[in-house]
């Protein structure tokens, strides 16, 4: 069931909290997006943008914000790594979207295409090169060939509406 819907026009002096709000209600899972600069220094940045795009050829994007301090060494780097965080590994989401010297203390990690870092308990991780960057406002658009991937049983970590949740099966179903 849902209430009443409240529509909003999308003008010039409109709040764009009632947007960020109203996006929020597309429920999506979290990712840590891991790449490493030609001089070792490895990057880490939580992302809910991450989406599958095409099976053949293997495409997949995600969407970093240009503010983001990151950003110049994720477009340097050959590859990255796509991390889907199981709902145990919430901290690691936070971890990774707090600014810090050594994003990856206390976090166990193996070396993935172009020394991207995966992270040990993740549902699943993609290596990926980035095959286009599409400017889009206040993001960029990373479009990545899936070059190698693996995958795990376990729940997956939710995010709806600004808060962690875990995934249940439907009751109908
Ligand atoms: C659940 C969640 C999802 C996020 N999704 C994105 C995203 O898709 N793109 C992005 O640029 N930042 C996203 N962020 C914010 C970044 O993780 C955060 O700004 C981080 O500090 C960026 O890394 P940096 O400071 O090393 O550049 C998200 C944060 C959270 C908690």
């Not at 990255?80 to 936070?94: D, G, P």
């Amino acid at each position: 069931m849902t209430s009443t819907l409240t529509e909003h026009a999308v003008t010039r002096d409109f709040d764009p909290r009632e947007l960020r709000t109203a996006l929020g209600r597309y429920t999506t899972g979290v990712t840590v997006i891991t790449a490493s600069t030609a001089g070792g220094h490895r990057i880490g940045v939580t992302a809910n943008s991450f989406t599958s795009v095409s099976l053949e050829p293997p495409l997949v994007a995600w969407c970093p914000a240009k503010r983001a301090p990151s950003l110049p060494d994720l477009a340097q780097a050959t590859h990255f790594a796509v991390n889907v965080l199981a709902a145990e590994q919430h901290r690691l989401s936070t971890q990774f979207a707090t600014p810090a010297p050594d994003k990856f203390d206390g976090v166990a990690t193996t070396e993935g295409l172009g020394a991207a870092p995966l992270i040990e308990g993740a549902l699943a991780r993609f290596q990926c090169r980035p095959v286009r960057w599409v400017d889009a406002g206040d993001h960029v658009i990373c479009i990545a060939e899936v070059e190698r991937f693996d995958t795990a049983d376990g729940d997956p970590l939710v995010f709806h509406g600004g808060a962690y949740h875990v995934a249940a099966p439907h009751p109908e179903f």
